[in-house]
């Protein structure tokens, strides 16, 4: 008898950081259990994404908290030659849709691509 094999979704999305909420493409997060973003070189004062989510695509995005009352952020490193990967908090698990937005305008412009598995 062969082993089952379980085969989880996988996609990944990309968008484009900005400080504007109303600016940054939505990513669905339906059916999705765990996940990254990646980013590439960025300026050394870029602090942190910030999440912001919704039931609804265009519905309207409040920002993420954990159950604790702190924001649900992703905490930036200092640039370096190569980019770097971050893990989703778990709070946004619960969330249909995300939003990524920088919490300064020195990653504004900078692509993150959002790889997330069910």
Do not use: C
Request: no cysteine; aromatic share 6%; net charge neutral.
């Amino acid at each position: 008898m062969s082993d089952s094999k379980i085969r989880r979704k996988a996609k990944s999305y990309t968008v484009t950081l900005a400080t504007a909420v109303a600016a940054v493409d939505a990513v669905p997060m339906v059916d999705m259990a765990g996940g990254v973003v990646s980013v590439g070189t960025m300026s050394t004062n870029a602090s942190a994404l910030n999440l912001y989510v919704s039931d609804e695509e265009d519905g309207t995005y409040r920002q993420l908290h954990d159950s604790a009352g702190s924001a649900a952020n992703i905490t930036l490193q200092p640039s370096t030659a190569v980019g770097k990967a971050y893990a989703l908090p778990d709070a946004a698990f619960g969330a249909q849709w995300i939003k990524l937005v920088s919490s300064t305008t020195n990653s504004t412009g900078v692509t993150a691509i959002v790889t997330m598995k069910g």
